[in-house]
């Protein structure tokens, strides 16, 4: 819920999860068979991470919009809304 000011979210993700087992490979070279590094292919997820939340987030206020003006049609919605507006003016 806001009252017309900017929504803040709070957003937390578990840690990227790091294969301490290291799986058997095989070099592209030589084409013999060795035992991978232990290591992340993805040291930071925040940005990717930012890009969903931002998504989510936006995706929840457009269907809370809609269950507050929607209707069957672009025209019945923004009547809706515009009438909402008008309300508020005349209050």
Do not use: H
Request: charge should be negative; include cysteine; proline fraction near 7%.
């Amino acid at each position: 819920m806001t009252n017309g000011m900017p929504v803040v979210v709070r957003g937390v993700m578990k840690p990227i999860p790091t294969l301490y087992k290291p799986l058997q490979s095989v070099d592209i070279d030589t084409k013999e068979p060795f035992t991978a590094q232990v290591e992340r292919s993805d040291a930071c997820a925040v940005p990717a991470a930012c890009v969903v939340l931002e998504n989510v987030v936006a995706w929840e206020i457009a269907k809370a919009f809609l269950d507050k003006f929607g209707g069957d049609s672009l025209e019945e919605i923004k009547a809706n809304y515009e009438n909402y507006l008008s309300q508020l003016e005349s209050y």
